[in-house]
């Protein structure tokens, strides 16, 4: 036994040298961490230090491949550097993805022996590079306070696989470098905010001094695109006349003009709410609406709007940046843009302000030429400032010989009387006209309608007067009498053509009849006087919105009107100018109506009905007494559906062939089919509803679905399930009396069903 326990005991010796081994290798690791922390004391920048200290890791661990990931606190991302010839790039993930962000949000490392075996592993990188990524090693950057700053991250050991001794040796690395790598970010920071404010101040000096619209406008886009480092923005301003957001392409007069509601999108969202709109991932968000991205092929991958207010703090616009090339918009990029937007909201306003001075001169002086009334302005002290180019041409003068000359020196003689209305409109401040007036220039007599204003400022002083010369001798006077008894159009047709452009032909063209509800009843209240004057008022109002869109007043038949769209002159929306004129009859009479009721005055109600077809057009009559007018069924047709107004409780309805034409979206139901009087095929009958308001007609779109299911019940012969559609639209708005109507129709369908040659529709008695 001695022999042998002296035997083991000179074995233990053999322990001694992996003793040593262990306190060489804490030597080595020590002198290694000691090299790590001189190394990168020598470097300056953040590039630098990442650079060193992935090739350090790389190196000792004996791996293929490392990567240093920091983490952006502001935009929730890793984020590490790679050089591509002189430049450095960012390259960024979540910091919640990857095994990289795994590590970062577990705080605890990890050895990936397979990473396609791996859950967290994104393969997706291989796929897209040809790298084959076999092993991983990944352990969390720890300050020595234990703050989790990043991630260090080798992949593909050379020989075997990767041990707990790596991550630790790993680990101890990454502590090391935690406190550099920490410091060195927060002084890149601190020079990338002194840089970017540097900048700011220049950008905003830069771009206030400009004063023409299109190129603010230009600059403020190209300095927020180039401030943020994004691919795109846009700065739009309102248009408080047409409450749209409206910003200018390109310069000079290539520039074009995008306008928008300013309630829609995400600049309409701004806009309305004054609230900043940060979306990291536009696809992710119910906000964006992906469809210019479609029509443009651009891709949307985020979105930063911030309202422009101005000193006052009203809201004048929004601006709009796309796509920051590197992550989402931070919160300093919103501050920034929001100082940025605010320091320049004076240059903006100023700018729009000239801009809008601009534009009123530019179409001042165009309607002034394109104008054929001749126009003369005088100053304060009399003197003769401006005339047109109709007015020279009345005048038959050069623009030398009137320019600069004294009125009472040059309305003189024959024409003394215009410097005496002259001075009375001067003296009493108000306007004069004189109708059918007799002037001489140049020695011939010429009948006038003559219009004279004073000019006066925003502050009630004088500023001169304004001479208005209509021309009436002749053909104008032929065309003044003439448009008094038919349409306008018709009017100039006839006098430039003559008798033959009235030649019967057959065209296509929208008619449209319009008839007062309940007119026999108004009139028995209001007596022949009081008739008239309320005819007057009402067709004045509506042939107004018929000319409007180009429609040819026809006829008046009592209290009802019949106009056409296509004829004398046709157009390629004709059936759109018709609906349209529709639209706006039925809203102008409720403007009336209110006007009336506050009068105590009842209000008038009408329908409408169109109708598209094929029509006869010409003069019809004797030879002393002729009269241009339309027939044909397409005619009878449109009359017959404004009848069918007070059937179906509607104010405009339209045939299936104006349907069929239109190029406009509107809000339009089917609410029958229908053979008419005189007709022995049934017609497609629609309703129009653009002009109903929430007030006017609740839920008006969820009643329109519901009546669309109870009208193919009906016509399926499914009495009860039509009848129960028909009553939820009415418990959504008890005034929809065509469901009221439907259900009558029902109830007795159900008792008396039609025969089996019923084809849906309803013949009208």
Not at 64 to 93: C, H, K, M, P, W
Not at 97 to 109: L, P, W
Not at 348 to 366: G, I, P, R, T, W
Not at 469 to 495: N, V
């Amino acid at each position: 036994c001695p022999p042998i326990i002296l035997n083991m005991k000179k074995d233990n010796p053999l322990k001694k040298p992996a003793a040593g081994q262990e306190r060489r290798r804490k030597s080595s690791e020590a002198e290694l961490l000691l090299d790590i922390s001189k190394t990168i004391a020598a470097f300056e920048t953040l590039d630098e230090i990442l650079k060193s200290l992935v090739e350090i890791t790389t190196r000792e661990l004996k791996a293929d491949r490392g990567t240093i990931f920091l983490n952006d606190s502001e935009t929730g991302e890793l984020y590490s550097r790679v050089a591509q010839g002189n430049f450095q790039r960012d390259i960024r993930i979540l910091n919640n993805t990857g095994v990289a962000g795994h590590v970062f949000t577990s705080g605890e490392g990890v050895i990936v022996h397979n990473a396609y075996e791996d859950a967290h592993f994104n393969r997706s990188i291989d796929e897209q590079t040809g790298y084959i990524t076999k092993t991983i090693l990944c352990v969390p950057i720890r300050t020595i306070k234990g703050e989790i700053i990043g991630a260090a991250q080798v992949l593909n050991k050379k020989k075997g696989l990767f041990t707990k001794a790596d991550q630790k040796l790993l680990v101890a690395m990454t502590t090391q470098a935690a406190i550099a790598l920490q410091s060195t970010q927060f002084v890149e920071r601190t020079k990338q905010f002194r840089r970017k404010e540097m900048e700011f101040f220049n950008v905003v000096s830069e771009v206030t001094a400009e004063i023409d619209l299109g190129a603010l406008l230009q600059k403020v886009m190209s300095e927020a695109t180039r401030m943020l480092n994004a691919e795109r923005a846009t700065l739009f301003l309102n248009d408080e006349k047409t409450n749209e957001l409206f910003s200018k392409v390109g310069l000079g007069l290539a520039a074009t003009e995008i306008r928008l509601p300013n309630h829609l999108g995400i600049a309409g969202a701004v806009f309305t709410s004054r609230e900043t709109i940060n979306i990291p991932y536009a696809y992710a968000d119910l906000r964006f609406n992906p469809a210019f991205d479609k029509k443009t092929g651009f891709f949307t991958r985020s979105i930063l709007c911030v309202p422009v207010i101005n000193k006052d703090g009203k809201i004048i616009g929004v601006t709009q940046v796309l796509n920051k090339r590197s992550g989402p918009f931070t919160a300093e990029d919103e501050s920034r843009l929001r100082a940025f937007t605010a320091q320049v909201s004076i240059s903006l306003e100023n700018a729009k302000l000239f801009d809008d001075v601009q534009n009123m001169k530019n179409y001042s002086e165009s309607m002034l030429e394109s104008m054929s009334n001749g126009v003369i302005t005088l100053n304060e002290d009399g003197k003769i400032v401006t005339c047109n180019a109709a007015g020279l041409r009345i005048l038959q003068l050069a623009p030398e010989e009137i320019l600069k000359r004294k009125a009472a020196d040059f309305f003189t003689g024959a024409n003394g009387w215009i410097i005496e209305k002259i001075r009375h409109v001067e003296e009493s401040g108000k306007p004069d006209v004189i109708m059918d007036a007799e002037a001489e220039f140049a020695g011939t007599r010429i009948s006038v309608n003559l219009t004279l204003l004073p000019l006066v400022n925003t502050a009630k002083k004088k500023l001169g007067s304004m001479i208005i010369i209509d021309d009436i001798t002749s053909e104008k006077r032929m065309k003044s009498t003439m448009s008094r008894y038919m349409d306008p159009g018709l009017a100039d047709q006839i006098l430039e053509g003559g008798e033959e452009i009235l030649g019967g032909k057959s065209t296509v063209a929208t008619v449209l009849f319009s008839d007062i509800r309940g007119f026999t009843t108004l009139t028995e209240e209001l007596g022949a006087q009081g008739t008239v004057s309320l005819l007057n008022e009402y067709f004045t109002i509506m042939v107004d919105c018929i000319q409007k869109e180009g429609g040819m007043l026809d006829k008046f038949i009592g209290d009802a009107i019949m106009a056409a769209f296509g004829v004398p002159i046709p157009h390629e929306d004709d059936e759109d100018r018709a609906v349209r004129a529709a639209i706006g009859m039925i809203r102008a009479l409720h403007v009336w109506n209110r006007q009336r009721s506050a009068e105590g005055k009842k209000p008038v109600g009408m329908g409408i009905g169109l109708n598209t077809d094929t029509i006869v057009s010409g003069n019809i009559g004797s030879p002393k007494r002729m009269d241009y007018t339309l027939i044909g069924d397409g005619v009878n047709l449109a009359s017959r559906l404004e009848s069918l107004c007070k059937q179906y409780h509607a104010s405009i309805l339209i045939s299936e062939n104006t349907v069929r034409r239109l190029k406009g979206t509107y809000r339009i139901r089917e609410v029958d089919r229908v053979q008419v009087k005189g007709k022995t095929e049934s017609v497609g009958v629609c309703e129009v509803l653009d002009y109903h308001t929430e007030e006017s007609s609740p839920n008006l779109m969820e009643v329109v679905t519901l009546f669309r299911d109870g009208l193919t019940l009906y016509r399926r012969r499914e009495w009860d399930r039509a009848i129960s559609r028909f009553n939820e639209a009415l418990r959504l708005n008890p005034d929809e009396n065509l469901c009221g109507m439907y259900i009558e129709r029902c109830i007795r369908f159900r008792d008396e069903p039609p025969g089996d040659d019923w084809d849906g529709g309803w013949i009208m008695k």
